[in-house]
């Protein structure tokens, strides 16, 4: 069972990416998946979360200019980053809670982190 995050890059200020977070391994659960940055020298904060019910969360530094969404059929959860702002430069971090078969064929719930992708704004 894995998160992997990617979609990162170098871009100008103004610019866009779409960062993608995909679940690999015996899943039957994507709760609460979430968007998270950590800049350097700051704490880890959030971006964006779809929450168990349904509801989507921004933070208000990226209101207007990213999306979070998701597909259930690829296990996949997407950020869409718009109009990008060097202050947006981070390790981005995709988490969920993952409902997922352990060794024995019995359903679990792990709390999973991926990788991070860092991606920088220049000015």
């Known amino acids: 069972v894995q998160l992997q995050a990617s979609g990162g890059g170098l871009v100008q200020a103004g610019g866009s990416l779409r960062l993608s977070c995909a679940a690999f391994?015996?899943?039957?659960?994507?709760?609460?998946p979430g968007w998270y940055r950590q800049a350097p020298g700051k704490e880890r904060e959030l971006v964006a979360v779809i929450t168990s019910g349904g509801s989507i969360n921004y933070s208000d530094s990226v209101k207007g200019r990213f999306t979070i969404s998701r597909d259930n059929g690829k296990k996949t959860v997407y950020l869409q980053m718009n109009n990008l702002k060097p202050e947006d430069t981070a390790v981005y971090y995709c988490?969920?809670?993952?409902?997922?078969?352990?060794?024995?064929?019995?359903?679990?719930?792990?709390?999973?982190w991926g990788q991070g992708t860092l991606v920088t704004v220049s000015s």
């Open positions: 391994g015996r899943i039957f659960s994507i709760d609460v």
């Open positions: 988490h969920a809670n993952l409902g997922a078969y352990n060794d024995y064929g019995g359903p679990q719930i792990y709390d999973y």
